[in-house]
């Protein structure tokens, strides 16, 4: 079982910035992609960034493209995903996603293993 960690939540004003970071217990030689989705309160779960395991494919939400990056550490361990000029919309719980079936996944489905998520507020 591959064990999904996010952590970097937290409380922020508008207009300010977050780095979220997510790491996967995977086994050594196996390669992963990996994704954030968030969901609002009272919403559905969408699709954020996702990026492959060498970091040379990368995909985003229209609406958040410019202001979020996503990336990976040289080892492919960590994955992080920086969010700048944060709204209030952009308030969610964001969740960290594991696919090793698929290297260039973006659709929930595709993604085999989620962490537990990390709750954004951000503050009008």
């Known amino acids: 079982q591959v064990q999904v960690v996010e952590s970097g939540g937290g409380l922020v004003q508008a207009g300010g910035s977050l780095s979220l970071s997510c790491t996967a217990s995977?086994?050594?030689?196996?390669?992963?992609?990996m994704g954030w989705f968030r969901q609002a309160p009272g919403k559905e779960r969408e699709f954020v960034a996702a990026?492959?395991?060498?970091?040379?494919?990368?995909r985003y939400q229209d609406s958040m493209r410019g202001r979020f990056t996503i990336s990976r550490d040289t080892d492919h361990k960590v994955v992080y995903l920086q969010m700048n000029s944060l709204q209030p919309d952009d308030t969610a719980v964001y969740y960290c996603?594991?696919?090793?079936?698929?290297?260039?996944?973006?659709?929930?489905?595709?993604?085999?293993?989620w962490g537990q998520g990390t709750q954004v507020t951000v503050d009008s």
């Open positions: 990026i492959s395991f060498t970091g040379t494919w990368k």
């Open positions: 995977t086994r050594a030689g196996t390669n992963w992609a």
């Open positions: 996603a594991a696919s090793q079936a698929n290297s260039t996944p973006y659709r929930a489905h595709e993604f085999e293993f």
